[in-house]
């Protein structure tokens, strides 16, 4: 054993060896080295436990094919792209919303070169971050002023502490959500500083049941968005017009945590049960909040409209540098609300707008187009068929609201050389890039709602190399 440890190369010579090689050049020489030790160790483990017991196994001839594949794998990136078949259009695991191209390449032009961030172009002095996409919103929305911060959380958390630190804002109970990481709404108010008073019955909320919470100490009546559940059977809540005159009668403001925001009427096309941020504003609430980076399919990012009074205090809040958005967002955010002025344009350019509205017709002739792929690639190592399934829009919008789509079932064969669906799904996530999907009825199912034509072929090398590796008893 000892014998073999002294035939081992050298880290200094191993990397020699790779000196010049195209595929390790943009590895820094500190993190090529850190890796090459550490496949040494692993290789020594080898030699311990027998699996390796000739100097010809491990000289670096021998040992280089190993090498690469360990370096390629543990070199990558953490933070890496995964194509996502799951049906989820806004994943919240999987970043949420995909950029339009328009909002990809204004990111790469604000990182590569100056910008006007803060400089106002007409006056050559100091200008404000916020208006470059202020106006836009107030034109597609319909409210008087606009601020923009780096989540929903931070927006509602900035608009109760600028409004209401240190008094009552009046919430419905059946409204006071989890959302995603376990962040409560009422836990966000407690940071604000402001005093939760908490009315009606879980399922059931009147408008008498403001009425007889406002006092002296009252500062806003609030309306939040239930997010990814629905109260359903004998309920009822205040209607948006409603709650905003009952807020108004006592001179308070009403604010609404819209959560997801959108601006695309949905209900049009039968999937119903999302406001617009536009008919919210009408319906005469003070200050509205909404995310960047869900169904408006921009980047993330908190958005708040509404009335100018409020607005304007707001943004004078300290609070507000915190919680600032940077230059990347702001140019992602400005491309994708400039497609919006055109609404035909956005339900074309913006992939979450085009994802949602993507018809079963078209998805089932994806479907069947990655299923001939698939079956070309993969030849007879699994059964593909098409199946009907649903998908979900996801990011807490639209809950319990299925779209109809033709899912893409692959069934590896079984026995003691198979492999099973569960096993296949796990080996996808080592894959590069790694595939999501999901299994129903003992199949991996992708759903093509998800996927761009252009990932078809990366979706088939992915499943090859998995049933591949599998044969290899690698699983």
Request: charged residues 25%; proline residues 5%.
């Amino acid at each position: 054993m000892s014998n073999l440890f002294r035939h081992l190369p050298s880290v200094d010579r191993i990397l020699a060896a790779m000196e010049g090689d195209p595929a390790l050049e943009a590895m820094p020489r500190p993190l090529l080295k850190d890796l090459v030790g550490r496949f040494l160790d692993r290789v020594r483990e080898d030699i311990k436990a027998g699996r390796l017991d000739s100097p010809g196994a491990v000289g670096l001839d021998a040992l280089a094919p190993s090498l690469r594949i360990f370096l390629a794998a543990e070199g990558r990136p953490r933070f890496r792209r995964v194509l996502n078949a799951t049906g989820v259009v806004i994943h919240t695991n999987l970043g949420r919303s995909i950029l339009a191209p328009e909002a990809m390449h204004a990111v790469a032009d604000a990182c590569a070169h100056y910008s006007n961030l803060e400089f106002d172009l007409d006056t050559g002095k100091r200008g404000s971050r916020y208006s470059h996409v202020e106006q836009i919103l107030c034109d597609l929305t319909g409210a008087e002023a606009a601020l923009v911060v780096n989540n929903n959380a931070a927006a509602v958390l900035l608009v109760l502490n600028t409004l209401a630190q240190g008094r009552e804002v009046v919430v419905s109970r059946g409204q006071l959500v989890e959302i995603g990481g376990s962040f409560r709404i009422p836990d966000v108010m407690a940071r604000s500083g402001a005093v939760l008073r908490e009315v009606g019955a879980t399922n059931r909320t009147h408008g008498h049941d403001y009425e007889q919470a406002v006092n002296e100490n009252t500062a806003a009546l609030m309306k939040v968005h239930s997010s990814n559940f629905r109260v359903v059977g004998f309920t009822k809540e205040v209607e948006t017009a409603d709650l905003a005159d009952l807020a108004h009668r006592f001179g308070l403001p009403a604010i609404e945590d819209l959560g997801s925001g959108n601006f695309h009427d949905f209900g049009i096309t039968g999937l119903w049960g999302e406001p617009t941020v536009q008919q919210t504003v009408a319906a005469g609430m003070d200050v509205i909040s909404f995310s960047g980076d869900k169904v408006l399919g921009g980047p993330q990012a908190g958005i708040i409209v509404g009335r100018t009074e409020f607005v304007e205090r707001i943004k004078k809040n300290p609070m507000n540098r915190a919680l600032r958005i940077d230059k990347m967002t702001l140019a992602a955010l400005e491309a994708t609300l400039r497609l919006y002025l055109d609404p035909a344009m956005a339900a074309s350019r913006v992939p979450t707008l085009r994802m949602i509205l993507a018809g079963s017709d078209e998805l089932r002739r994806r479907a069947g187009n990655l299923r001939r792929r698939l079956a070309k690639a993969l030849g007879g190592k699994a059964d593909i068929s098409l199946v009907p399934g649903m998908s979900r829009v996801g990011g807490g919008s639209f809950p319990e609201r299925d779209l109809p789509t033709t899912l893409v079932a692959v069934r590896p064969p079984q026995g003691p050389a198979g492999i099973s669906a569960e096993a296949l799904k796990t080996a996808l996530l080592h894959t590069d890039p790694p595939l999501v999907g999901r299994l129903e009825e003992d199949a991996f199912c992708l759903d093509p709602r998800t996927l761009e034509d252009s990932e078809f072929p990366l979706v088939a090398a992915a499943l090859d190399a998995a049933l591949a590796s599998a044969g290899n008893g690698i699983t």
